[in-house]
């Protein structure tokens, strides 16, 4: 296969690909605005990444929020401890 045959069929499956994603999403939107079952699993999906982004702040309290030390072993200790106290709760507000 020569190199601009090669080219026009990469093209040409990039804009088949670009138009098929569209069209996927075109569907995906009507089925949104006209499923409520659909609208409230998404509304309950985003309030869970919402909950889950908010709460190392709410569990960060000491230090309102920031790391008071320069050191930074320090500092990744005291971010995986924040990581491993939040990822705790969340496993066990799940079951």
């Not at 409230?40 to 569990?59: A, G």
């Amino acid at each position: 296969m020569n190199r601009k045959l090669r080219f026009r069929l990469k093209g040409f499956f990039c804009k088949a690909f670009t138009n098929l994603g569209c069209i996927l999403k075109t569907l995906y939107i009507l089925r949104y605005l006209t499923d409520p079952s659909l609208r409230q699993t998404v509304q309950l999906q985003l309030n869970k990444s919402e909950y889950w982004r908010k709460l190392p702040r709410r569990v960060f309290f000491a230090d309102q929020e920031e790391f008071t030390t320069g050191d930074y072993e320090e500092i990744m200790n005291k971010a995986s401890c924040l990581s491993l106290v939040s990822n705790a709760i969340l496993l066990l507000e799940h079951y």
